[in-house]
């Protein structure tokens, strides 16, 4: 069984910052893309930015510029690190990760860790 646990959400000002991390564990050959979405009330799940093992990223464009997601292969962890923070980044963020086991590829959920922004 894979577990993806986050961590680093909380209460962050209008143009401030938050840095998310996610790590993944348990029994897997290895990790393909690992990624963020987010949730916010009342709207669908939607994807923020993903990465792959070589380090090419894909964001989505209302983060751009602005969140960076970066990756620690060896220790199978993923990082978010999210500057001027607007209130629509408010959300449930969930780390996301397509795993390889038993020659079969399987996603993977983590439980999810709030970000608010207010002033």
């Known amino acids: 069984q894979v577990r993806l646990v986050e961590s680093g959400g909380g209460l962050a000002h209008i143009g401030g910052s938050l840095r998310l991390s996610c790590t993944a564990s348990g029994k897997f050959t290895s990790i393909t893309s690992m990624g963020w979405y987010r949730q916010a009330p009342g709207r669908q799940r939607e994807l923020v930015a993903l990465i792959n093992r070589g380090g090419y990223t894909k964001y989505d464009d209302s983060v751009k510029d602005r969140f960076t997601i970066s990756r620690d292969n060896a220790n199978n962890m993923v990082y978010l690190q999210m500057n001027s923070l607007k209130p629509e980044d408010t959300g449930t963020y969930f780390c996301?990760?397509?795993?390889?086991?038993?020659?079969?590829?399987?996603?993977?959920w983590g439980q999810g860790t709030q970000v608010t922004v207010s002033q």
């Open positions: 996301y990760a397509p795993v390889i086991t038993g020659g079969w590829e399987y996603e993977y």
